[in-house]
Antibody, heavy 116, light 109 residues
């Protein structure tokens, strides 16, 4: 079964760091484009970042310079390193497979709360 | 940056009704548009890709149309399980980046 499972969310103080993980099963992360999407409480969806199968990475302007997307091919896992966190980064973070300029498989999400 | 304007923001309809949601791009995006359904507390689900292609396993009452700047998402006969928020999503390919519409919350009348 094709599946994505996120983990690593939690409560962090402003200015702090957190690393999210997204473990994949049923397909190979490194053979696909993979994205992170977030949703602030009661708000809409916001694309955050993508990593190409070739390794290139791109970010939304709102997180550029603070977040880093990466993957571990041996673990078939996607990551999102989040630094210099702000209150406005509070959201549910989803990882998604991105094979054809769309997102056809999603995880259930992990919640990040940035608050003092 | 391309802006996506989705309307209406909320919609109330009866079971069996035909429901239409629109999405307008601030510039020509060809057919680079997808539609997603999100039920409360759940992850989004891909319904339509490249403006008019039905994702595998999605019921045929869902459809999409349009190109350029104006796009339409239609549910031909609303079912109780269709209660959700629907999002359009524009994409660029060079590099791959996405913009979501604001969402349309669909409720049963």
């Amino acid at each position: 079964e094709v599946q994505l499972v996120e983990s690593g969310g939690g409560l962090v103080q402003p200015g702090g760091s957190l690393r999210l993980s997204c473990a994949a099963s049923g397909f190979t992360v490194s053979s696909n484009y993979m994205s992170w999407v977030r949703q602030a409480p009661g708000k809409g969806l916001e694309w955050v970042s993508v990593i190409y199968s070739g390794g290139s990475t791109y970010y939304a302007d709102s997180v550029k310079g603070r977040f880093t997307i990466s993957r571990d091919n041996s673990k078939n896992t996607l990551y999102l390193q989040m630094n210099s966190l702000r209150a406005e980064d509070t959201a549910v973070y989803y990882c998604a497979r991105d094979p054809r300029s769309n997102m056809d498989v999603w995880g259930k999400g992990t919640t990040v709360t940035v608050s003092s | 940056d391309i802006q996506m304007t989705q309307s209406p923001s909320s919609l109330s309809a009866s079971v069996g009704d035909r429901v239409t949601i629109t999405c307008q791009a601030s510039q020509d995006i060809s057919n680079y548009l997808n539609w997603y359904q999100q039920k409360p507390g759940k992850a989004p689900k891909l319904l339509i890709y490249d403006a008019s292609n039905l994702e595998t396993g999605v019921p045929s009452r869902f459809s999409g149309s349009g190109s350029g700047t104006d796009f339409t998402f239609t549910i031909s006969s609303l079912q109780p399980e269709d209660i959700a928020t629907y999002y359009c999503q524009q994409y660029d390919n060079l590099p791959r980046m996405y913009t979501f519409g604001q969402g349309t919350k669909l409720e049963i009348k």
